[in-house]
T-cell receptor
Framework: QKEVEQNSGPLSVPEGAIASLNCTYS??????FFWYRQYSGKSPELIMS????GDKEDGRFTAQLNKASQYVSLLIRDSQPSDSATYLCAPGMDSSYKLIFGSGTRLLVRP | GAGVSQSPRYKVAKRGQDVALRCDPI?????LFWYQQALGQGPEFLTY????????KSGLPSDRFFAERPEGSVSTLKIQRTQQEDSAVYLC??????????????FGDGTRLSIL
């Protein structure tokens, strides 16, 4: 079992819809969770961080964390074509600075 | 500069050659990380520096890989006797303080290395 699992996609949604990206992780000791967006040929860009169970909203983005289920998700409301990218989930492992990245989910937003 | 800067952006080398990849972190950032990203995969951790000290090199694939940060700012990742499997994007990231699991890391655009 991989340490971080993400559906590779592509996840295709129409413009204006809600995109839902999911991630499961294996280390119960993970304390922090990061979502990075990566455009093709570009560096990963931090878009959300979440540390506590529940929801965290920032503009069109909402991160949801359920530590009991070892599950974290990212919702993108009112999806735009410019949101088309690969989204990487990265738990911060317990007592560690290492980010363990999933393989990413490719999102396509159709105009 | 405002962000993490890496050079060169692209590097092509013949198998067996040595290469050196440079990273300029965000000014004042204590922590510096190197990652390797294969096509279609997420970044994989290679090594971590706190200032000039290399505290973790557990992710380096072999003894052909060597990293340094002698003055606690610029870092160089060196790969000796390159092999085709070394072809990947090498990403550098930095964070402001001593790294712990809650520190966001800021990435450079990477160096795309191709070994022929």
């Amino acid at each position: 079992q991989k340490e971080v699992e993400q559906n590779s996609g592509p996840l295709s949604v129409p413009e204006g819809a809600i995109a839902s990206l999911n991630c499961t992780y294996s280390d119960r000791g993970s304390q922090s969770f990061f979502w990075y967006r990566q455009y093709s040929g570009k560096s990963p860009e931090l878009i959300m961080s979440i540390y506590s169970n529940g929801d965290k909203e920032d503009g069109r983005f909402t991160a949801q964390l359920n530590k009991a289920s070892q599950y974290v998700s990212l919702l993108i409301r009112d999806s735009q074509p410019s949101d088309s990218a690969t989204y990487l989930c990265a738990p911060g492992m317990d007592s560690s600075y290492k980010l363990i990245f999933g393989s990413g989910t490719r999102l396509l937003v159709r105009p | 500069g405002a962000g993490v800067s890496q050079s060169p952006r692209y590097k092509v080398a013949k198998r067996g050659q040595d290469v050196a990849l440079r990273c300029d972190p965000i000014s004042g950032h204590v922590s510096l990380f190197w990652y390797q990203q294969a096509l279609g995969q997420g970044p994989e951790f290679l090594t971590y520096f706190q200032n000039e000290a290399q505290l973790d090199k557990s992710g380096l694939p072999s003894d052909r890989f060597f990293a340094e940060r002698p003055e606690g700012s610029v870092s160089t990742l060196k790969i000796q006797r390159t092999q085709q499997e070394d072809s990947a994007v090498y990403l550098c990231a930095s964070s402001l303080r001593t790294a712990n699991s809650n520190q966001p890391q800021h990435f450079g655009d990477g160096t795309r290395l191709s070994i022929l």
